[in-house]
């Protein structure tokens, strides 16, 4: 079983994004509006993903806010 937990990862991926209103409350720089894709892989070979969107900051990369598609 210890085995199988090394083979199965999770990776998030921003697709794109573009500026919005609003700053981070941890560094108070600018935030973003990002189109973001959670990817699943078994062996490196992905067989699940999600998409959604969520409000990222420019700098840190802290998530600020997210909303389901």
Do not use: E, H
């Amino acid at each position: 079983m210890v085995c199988f937990c090394f083979l199965v990862d999770q990776k998030i991926v921003v697709r794109r994004s573009k500026a919005a209103a609003g700053m981070c409350s941890r560094c108070r720089r600018s935030a973003r509006v990002a189109d973001m894709q959670t990817v699943t892989r078994f062996c490196y070979i992905p067989f699940y993903w999600k998409s959604w969107k969520a409000i990222v900051c420019s700098l840190c990369g802290n998530i600020l806010r997210s909303y389901n598609k």
